[in-house]
């Protein structure tokens, strides 16, 4: 009974390679949200889609592509992978549209680029 | 945008003491307040929220606290535990065109010494 997962949990990669991120929720919920927590614990907004559509895109290198398949599906690509990519990576879901709805969480993702 | 500052970055309580954090944001159009709990490997949960038309919200050992004037809200946990040892996050919500946007503070590591 899973409400928002995420795979893989663990992705360890190399300095330019091409790796994606899955998220599933099964809530129900018009919205869904990318997350960037690094070392620090700062959590934050990389992406917002409403309805697969992409409706926050905070500055983020274009290396990073979201794709909404439909609303129960967000996915993340990453090209050319950095160094400094590594962080866990949070995707989350709400409600979305009044303003006051609690974000659910998914596990996380830990992202590590050698 | 909204900017949101929360302080202290680190808390450490004796067990059965209380603990308080602060936070402020920058636009008045924010009219929803979550906090988050995460725990260390763990994904962000919501443990108490509160609305712009409320100013203070209790739940057992939990509390917020609002004020809309001075644009700042607090999160007040009395009679610590050790399992309350955990990442802090406020965070201030908006409807922003149709849609939520939420922008978090940068956590507050809470640890609760036994």
């Known amino acids: 009974d899973t409400a928002v997962s995420q795979t893989p949990k663990y992705l360890v990669t190399q300095m330019g390679n091409d790796k994606s991120i899955k998220c599933e929720q099964n809530?129900?919920?018009?919205?869904m949200y990318w997350y960037k927590q690094d070392s620090k614990k700062f959590l934050k907004i990389m992406f917002s889609?409403?309805?697969?559509?992409?409706?926050i895109n905070e500055t983020v290198p274009n290396r990073f592509s979201p794709k909404s398949p439909d609303k129960a599906h967000l996915n993340l690509h990453i090209n050319s992978l950095e160094l400094g990519d590594s962080a866990v990576y949070f995707c989350?879901?709400?409600?979305?549209?009044?303003?006051?709805?609690?974000?659910?969480f998914g596990p996380g993702t830990r992202l590590t680029v050698t | 945008g909204e900017n949101v500052e929360q302080h202290p970055s680190t808390l450490s309580v004796q067990e059965g003491d209380s603990a308080v954090i602060k936070c402020t944001y920058s636009?008045?159009?924010?009219?929803?307040f979550p906090w988050y709990k995460q725990e260390l490997g763990k994904r962000p949960q919501l443990i108490i929220d509160?609305?712009?038309?409320?100013g203070e919200k209790k739940d057992q050992r939990i509390a917020v606290t609002l004020n809309k004037t001075a644009k700042h809200f607090s999160l007040h946990i009395t009679e610590t535990q050790p399992e309350d040892s955990a990442v802090y996050f406020c965070a201030a919500s908006m409807n922003s065109g149709g849609y939520q946007k939420v922008t978090f503070g940068t956590g507050t590591k809470l640890q609760v010494i036994p």
């Open positions: 809530l129900g919920h018009d919205t």
């Open positions: 889609y409403n309805n697969k559509e992409l409706i």
């Open positions: 509160i609305r712009s038309n409320v």
């Open positions: 989350a879901s709400s409600q979305g549209s009044s303003g006051v709805d609690e974000q659910y």
């Open positions: 636009d008045s159009a924010s009219n929803y």
